[in-house]
Every structure is written in structure tokens, then in C-alpha cells.
């Protein structure tokens, strides 16, 4: 609900280019991704949470890119 309220507030729209700075597992990612059609690049510290992010299933189809 954050997140969709951050979109909403931050007139989120189609295409447009987030950063996510300590995207955690991606769960911020998919949902900017998935339902705001954002192109999100995450970062995380974490090796471990950047290799489940990219192994999530949805990642495959919307390409949200994660970098240590």
C-alpha cells in the first residue's frame, strides 16, 4: 500500500525510471513494475537478496534490473 501511494503521489506513470536504493528482495520492484509499468533499477548491499531478486519468477517477464 506504500509503495502504490509513493506511485500515486509521484504521478508514477508509464516507462517511467525509479532507482529503488536498498530494493531488499524486489518486492517494491514488482509492484512499481508490475502495476505502475515503471522501469526500476534496485541496489541492495546484499549479494543474497540481489540473487533472489533476480531469481524471481515475475522478474522474467518485467526485467527490473538489480546491481550489487
Known amino acids: 500500500q506504500l509503495v502504490d501511494l509513493v ?4 504521478r508514477i506513470g508509464k516507462r517511467d525510471k525509479i532507482c529503488d536504493i536498498g530494493c531488499g528482495y524486489g518486492g517494491s520492484a514488482k509492484i512499481l513494475a508490475e502495476k505502475w509499468s515503471a522501469e526500476v533499477t534496485g541496489f541492495s548491499l546484499s549479494a543474497k537478496q540481489i540473487e533472489f531478486a533476480k531469481s524471481r519468477q515475475f522478474l522474467k517477464k518485467m526485467r527490473p534490473e538489480f546491481a550489487k
Not at 7 to 10: I, L, N, Y
Open 7 to 10: 506511485a500515486e503521489r509521484g
